[in-house]
């Protein structure tokens, strides 16, 4: 049972405009919530997280949305750039004593030149 | 370059042979884990060593083992693997959690594991 979701497969962005990448996930358990980027061949690259008692993070081009009561996470990059390029994982987790992240399947943003 | 270090990038083995995935972090990191990611599929969780105790076991099978020697090197012994056992086995690593706060986890760039 897929607790985080990423409903779309693949996101295609003009160089220059904003990218949006959304997550939903159903466990209302969960209270801290991550955003990965990966590149081929490599690991997942920690990009930026979210506390429940938070509703937006900011940093630099990435900005992570909360919406507790629709259970629903964005991610949002501007300006996008190529080098952006990569597939995007949500994750989330409760605070149990141990850090066991649930993944979304994914997002493959291409931005276009 | 990822602060998590894993070995070897890549390994083929036979259903019959014994091999070891080795991870190693000097980032001063008390909690290490385990991930398995098929092609397409996000990563899942295997084991999670918390302190080099072995903190959570997502019910896998035997033929693998994990082993935490000290608080910066973790591996994972495998033996009699089967050919659905092929995936990129990822390492990763994070400060311990607490109440106060919580902590991203680290990954390495994983083994690719052909069982063959």
């Known amino acids: 049972d897929q607790q985080v979701k990423q409903n779309s497969p693949s996101l295609s962005v003009q160089e220059g405009r904003i990218s949006i990448l959304n997550c939903d996930y159903t466990n209302s358990m969960f209270d801290y919530f991550l955003w990965y980027k990966k590149y081929p061949a490599e690991g997942p690259t920690f990009l930026i997280s979210i506390s429940s008692i938070k509703d937006k993070n900011e940093d630099g081009r990435f900005t992570v949305f909360l919406n507790k009561s629709a259970k629903h996470l964005s991610l949002h990059i501007v300006p996008s750039q190529p080098g952006d390029s990569a597939v995007y994982f949500c994750a989330a987790s409760a605070a149990t004593g141990a850090n066991n992240l649930f993944f979304g399947t994914g997002t493959r943003l291409t931005v276009i030149p | 370059d990822t602060e998590v270090t894993q070995t070897p990038k890549h390994l083929v083995m036979g259903m019959t042979n014994k091999k070891s995935l080795k991870c190693e972090q000097h980032m001063g990191h008390r909690a290490m884990y385990w991930y398995k990611q098929k092609a397409k599929k996000p990563p899942e969780l295997m084991f999670v060593y918390s302190y080099e105790k072995l903190s959570i076991n997502e019910s896998v099978p035997s033929r693998f083992s994990p082993e935490c020697p000290n608080s910066s090197l973790l591996n994972l012994h495998l033996h009699a693997l089967q050919p659905e056992d092929s995936a990129l086995y990822l390492c990763?690593?994070?400060?311990?959690?607490?109440?106060?706060?919580?902590?991203?986890?680290?990954f390495g760039n994983g083994t690719r594991l052909t069982v063959t």
């Open positions: 990763a690593s994070s400060q311990v959690l607490n109440r106060a706060g919580n902590s991203p986890l680290h």
